[in-house]
């Protein structure tokens, strides 16, 4: 490496490593402030006694958990991403919701209490990051190494990718000036076409017939078709298989997971890497297991590393998507827009890449892996510090703002309070925690930091 370049390295990571320390310190601003604000009491509005709301407002909320896993599966809260203090509209949006809430005087029972943390939990909890996905990330980037464990990463004589794209009548719905579908097979046909020239690609169709319709389910739900063959990328041929099928009916994706094993089967993992991204807007609506076609995939001949990805989608959908993931030994990703979708494609065509290179025979510059992947874990370690920041702060400023209008008493506000400080400081230490094992796998040592993180896990489960 040039020494120009280990320069401009050095100054990136030093400008990263400050941004880290930032965060740290507005967290220890943010908590100064808050004692601050705990020992004044005498300009507190007079508490009313009168009531309004009832239970019911907030009791479909799940108790919040300081289980890891948990809190990473945990459905993304409507609020979620939002400044309370940003501007009036998003502001008032709270507050409309929080109308309807039961007033909090110094009466109310913890129960109450606990259940209207918990709602609150409901509505602003963040996205974050999950630290499954930046371990898969090193694994895309040690593709090859002999020494992981998992033989799906290794080095195989053929490489082959299939994406099996959600053709449901809600992929007509638009972000900005284009429906799901266009936007997704843009990113298909641009990823499909950098892969290298000797590895074969797949493109498989799911609820592409029909209609919404009750009376079309049983035709939508039976339809899943291989609209590109498993072979070398031909730019017209792809083209035209985009062009095949437009949004329609139900979601059949338990069907589309099983008609892939089928694509593949003849693909053994002994000499093919096999790599399935399966993207989806929403939940499985057909009378099918996906979560059960997700397990077969795994445990069958082709051990497929596999990717879901759910497409601007409700909490409700990722849940059921996480739980594909889970299942077939894969990751889940939630993606917004165009942009990240191509993202996520992205790693696939790393790991592409990766396998060309090898087979060219071609040298891999170990340093400049290392550095890659130090950066993706300082891009996690900001990205979740962000997320549960905001997440703070919108507790801080929104109990703050009730008590101030006499909604929740001055002792309400002091226990809810204490949970949103509790809470801080658990992300705080998960933050940490992670970035440690994340670093120490980086460093090499991955069998034992992947050990450490599910004996992290496992200390954190509910008792």
């Known amino acids: 490496m040039k020494p120009n370049n280990i320069f401009i390295i050095a100054v990136i990571i030093l400008l990263l490593t400050i941004s880290l320390v930032a965060c740290s310190n507005d967290e220890s601003k943010g908590q100064i402030k808050q004692t601050k604000e705990s020992s004044v009491s005498n300009d ?36 979620a991403g939002l400044d309370f203090r940003a501007n009036d509209t998003d502001k008032n949006r709270v507050l409309e919701t929080f109308k309807d809430f039961p007033k909090l005087d110094d009466t109310t029972n913890e129960e109450m209490l606990d259940q209207y943390w918990a709602k609150m939990v409901s509505l602003y909890h963040e996205d974050y990051p999950s630290p499954d996905q930046v371990l898969e990330g090193i694994k895309l980037q040690s593709f090859g190494n002999p020494e992981l464990d998992d033989e799906r990463y290794h080095f195989k004589e053929n490489l082959n990718v299939e994406i099996i794209l959600d053709a449901s009548g809600s992929m007509a719905a ?36 029909g209609s919404g319709n009750d009376s079309d389910k ?121 942009e990240q979708l191509n993202q996520e494609l992205d790693k696939a065509k790393q790991i592409a890449e990766l396998w060309n290179d090898w087979k060219e025979s071609a040298d891999r510059d170990a340093k400049s892996q290392f550095i890659d992947q130090k950066f ?53 230490k998960y933050r940490q925690d992670i970035e440690k094992q994340l670093d120490s796998i980086n460093e090499g040592n991955l069998e034992d930091a992947q050990k450490e993180l599910e004996k992290l896990a496992e200390e954190n489960k509910p008792k």
């Open 174 to 209: 638009k972000i900005g000036n284009k429906t799901k579908m266009e936007l997704a097979k843009d990113s298909i046909k641009e990823f499909a076409s950098k892969l290298p020239s000797n590895a074969n690609v797949a493109l498989r169709v799911y609820g592409h017939k």
């Open 376 to 428: 993706d874990i300082l891009y996690f370690s900001n990205d979740f510090a962000e997320a549960y920041i905001r997440e703070n702060n919108n507790y801080r400023y929104t109990i703050r703002h009730l008590r101030d209008e006499g909604e929740i008493s001055k002792k309400s506000w002091r226990y809810l309070d204490n949970k949103r400080i509790d809470r801080f400081e658990t992300m705080k």
């Open 218 to 338: 049983a035709l939508s739900c039976g339809s899943s078709e291989l609209v590109y063959s498993l072979q070398k990328f031909d730019d017209a041929d792809f083209s035209n298989s985009l062009n095949k099928f437009k949004p329609a009916g139900w979601t059949p994706i338990a069907l589309a997971l099983n008609e892939a094993k089928k694509d593949l089967s003849t693909f053994d993992s002994a000499t093919n890497t096999n790599i399935i991204y399966l993207v989806s807007d929403g939940i499985a609506t057909c009378d099918d297991d996906p979560v059960k076609a997700g397990q077969s995939i795994a445990n069958s001949n082709i051990e497929p590393i596999v990717n879901i990805l759910g497409f601007d989608i409700d909490s409700k959908g990722q849940k059921q998507l996480m739980d594909i993931a889970k299942a077939s030994k894969g990751t889940y990703a939630s993606v917004n827009n165009a």
């Open 44 to 79: 507190d509005k007079a508490e009313d006694d009168s009531s309004k709301g009832d239970f019911n407002s907030i009791s479909d909320a799940s108790k919040p958990s300081g289980n890891l896993e948990e809190i990473l599966t945990y459905p993304t809260g409507q609020f």
